[in-house]
């Protein structure tokens, strides 16, 4: 899996195709969408005509909310192929745990079939606590591949990123840009740009890359997805890094996962 992809929320299904192909051309190779997005089929048509070969790509979708459930996740995920346009997924993820309703064991059943059908080369979660994992793999027989959740400096998740750790789970951030709301004109942030003659994003991303995140910044503007990508050339300290690690206030942008249970 690239530790760098590209994500396409709130990117409507006729711009997806415009981005994720200037993203290809960028040299991305992991893209990062959702059935819950409504872009799978711009997705898909960007990756259809851009003439990267198949294997070089690393696509990921995932499960909506409502679709949890053993047989409904099969049709779901047959949909999603079908608006991709693919015959395979590299990575299909379970969007939330919505722990009340109790379905997520099930649903992960029907992707350890997925997987075994060769239809999911792997497979994962997203915004799971680490007790949902723990409950998820006591029940079922492949530990996920990954976990996505949401990361950034202001919500570093250092537990969850040690039991990933002990478990052999990728962590995989979204919104690792903090949706490049204030994080990015942080002034300890812009000083460490500075420093390196790069911009807040490219600090903020080679963060994540240096503690060994998966990282999957989204942006619509050509520039910002090329400057996102151009991340390999530098190397934080451990003055910088230690300088961002100091700004972490367990702040979620996001919904608390042991309560969300978005339809
Ligand atoms: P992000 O942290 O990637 O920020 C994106 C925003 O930051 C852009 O809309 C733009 O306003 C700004 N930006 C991007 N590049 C910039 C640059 N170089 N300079 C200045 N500003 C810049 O936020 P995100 O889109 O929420 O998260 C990234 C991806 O994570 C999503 O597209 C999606 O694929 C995934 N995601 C997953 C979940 C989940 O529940 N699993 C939730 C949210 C997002």
Excluded: C
């Amino acid at each position: 899996m690239p530790q760098l992809g590209f994500g396409v929320w709130q990117v409507p299904d006729d711009e997806a195709e415009t981005a994720v192909a200037t993203a290809l051309e960028a040299g991305y190779r992991s893209i990062d969408t959702a059935a819950i997005y409504g872009n799978e089929e711009g997705t898909g048509k960007a990756i259809a005509g851009s003439g990267v070969p198949r294997e070089e790509l690393f696509v990921t979708t995932k499960l909506w909310n409502a679709d949890q459930g053993y047989d409904s996740t099969l049709r779901a995920f047959d949909t999603s192929l079908e608006k991709l346009g693919l015959d395979y997924v590299d990575l299909y993820l379970i969007h939330w745990p919505t722990p009340e309703r109790g379905l997520y064991v099930d649903t992960y059943k029907a992707f350890e079939k997925l997987h075994a059908d060769g239809r999911i080369r792997a497979i994962g979660v997203s915004n799971f606590l680490p007790e949902h994992l723990q409950k998820l793999i006591g029940e079922t027989s492949v530990v996920p591949a990954v976990n996505q959740i949401e990361l950034h400096p202001h919500l570093q998740q250092g537990a969850s990123r040690e039991y990933h750790a002990e478990q052999g789970i990728a962590t995989e951030a979204w919104s690792p840009l903090g949706q490049g709301k204030g994080l990015l004109e942080v002034p300890a942030i812009v000083a460490i740009a500075r420093k390196h003659d790069r911009t807040p994003a490219q600090v903020v991303l080679r963060w994540h890359i240096q503690l060994g995140n998966v990282v999957i910044p989204k942006s619509v503007t050509p520039s910002r997805i090329k400057e996102n990508i151009d991340v390999f050339d530098f190397s934080l300290d451990d003055e910088d890094l230690a300088a961002i690690s100091a700004l972490n206030e367990d702040r979620r942008i996001g919904p608390d996962p042991a309560e969300f249970n978005g339809a």
